[in-house]
Each structure stands twice: as C-alpha cells, then as structure tokens.
C-alpha cells in the first residue's frame, strides 16, 4: 500500500503478525489490519535551582615541588572564594604535572594544574565571574543550569503522556488519511528520557557592567521521545 504524499515520514505495514524482542524474550503483537508506528516527542523547560561550576586552576615553577607549592597557595585563594559563595558540593581533583618546553636559551618550566568543580546558587553568577575568575591561574568553564531533582518522577510522567500524546496524534492522522477508523495501540518502546544538562554558558570576566545575569541563561530542558505502534482498521 502506498501512502498519500506527505505522509512517507510514517512506517506503515500492512501485517497480521509482528515478532519484536523484549528483554531476552520474543512477544507476538497481532494486528489484524494495518501497522502504523509513530515516533511521538515532548520536551519541557524548568527552572534553574543551581548553577553548576567547573574551573581550571593551573601554576608554574622550575621545579614539580615549586610548581606544586605555587598551585597549592592558589587553591587556597580559590577555596576561600568560593567558600565566600556559599559553594556547594565543592570537589578538587588531585594535581597533575608537566614540562613545558620553554624557547630556546630558556629553562624549562614545570606546569601543575588541578579541577574544581561545585554547586551555587544562580544569584552568585556575578560574584563567580568576579571574584573567582579574576583570580590568578583560574581558567572558568562553562556554567551549566540544573533543576530541581525533586521533580524528575513528575517531570518524566508528563514527557511520557505528552509523547505518546504526540504519537497518537500523528498515528491517527495517518489513519484518517487513509480511510481508517479504528486506533488500537500495541507497543511502545522508549529511546529513553534524557535529563539535557544545560545548555552551557561561557563565564568570562567583564571589566564593565552590566553584570551577568542568571535569567539570561537557557534554562535545564528535559526530552523523552518513543516509538509506538498502532493496529489501525
């Protein structure tokens, strides 16, 4: 059977058995008519409780032991900084080191250099930029916008609805369109939720204002998307 134009974005089989694997088991779906599958989706913006931070902290010295002292004093110029922000969820990952091959005539420098990361909140963004990223060796990272992870069930239930809302309209449509009535769902198969963190945001020191404002940042967005199949008479 051929689909009217317009509609060739549809799968559409005309079938009385279809066999489909479900975790480690085989299911026969029947569908005395015709098969529509529709891929439905739904997406929803919330709110922004947290601002997640991510910086460099890098020093340098002749030695591994100057470079490493020099690092160490910097990072606690940036954990009192920080600490002033009410940051957080603070982690320091452990130093690394390397030799940084200098011009010729000229010894070899010896770079340490670590990460932080943490949490604050979205008011602070100013403050972050300032304070911490005017700091020497600090190199800022993107922001990225978290929600709350209290709503994630209640968030998830109604991507699901609305995407097999969003699934069946289009499932019905395609009946319609090919004289069919009768809408029986059969299958539905999740690609999965995805809880998109956050679109990300450069951090970078202004030297005038305006200052930085959170609720310029795109807000975290949340995604579902599935495929679901219909018997259509």
């Not at 005395?32 to 989706?41: I, K, P, V, Y």
């Not at 809880?195 to 020191?205: N, V, Y």
Request: some cysteine; aromatic content about 2%.
């Amino acid at each position: 059977m051929r689909l009217p134009a317009g509609l060739a974005g549809f799968g559409l089989i005309a079938a009385t058995a279809l066999l489909v694997p479900a975790s480690r088991a085989e299911v026969q779906l029947r569908c005395d008519g015709t098969l529509l599958e529709a891929r439905g989706q739904a997406e929803q913006k919330r709110p922004i409780r947290d601002l997640g931070l991510s910086l460099g902290l890098e020093a340098q010295g002749p030695s591994s032991d100057a470079a490493l002292a020099s690092l160490q004093g910097r990072l606690a110029q940036v954990r009192t900084a920080l600490q002033s922000l009410e940051v957080r969820e603070l982690q320091v990952s452990s130093p690394s080191t390397w030799t940084r091959q200098d011009r010729p005539g000229r010894a070899d420098a010896v770079v340490a250099n670590l990460q932080v990361s943490g949490r604050v909140l979205p008011q602070r963004l100013q403050s972050l930029i300032r304070s911490v990223g005017a700091l020497p060796g600090v190199r800022l990272a993107p922001v990225t916008t978290v929600a709350d992870p209290r709503d994630d069930n209640s968030v998830r239930r109604t991507l699901l609805e609305a995407a097999y809302q969003d699934a069946q309209r289009q499932a019905s449509e395609v009946a319609a369109a090919i004289g069919l009535r009768q809408l029986r769902p059969l299958e539905v198969q999740l690609d999965g939720g995805e809880m998109r963190p956050p679109i990300m945001m450069r951090a970078m020191a202004a030297p005038t204002p305006p200052p930085f404002d959170p609720n310029e940042l795109t807000p975290p967005s949340d995604r579902l998307s599935l495929l679901a199949r219909f018997c259509a008479r």
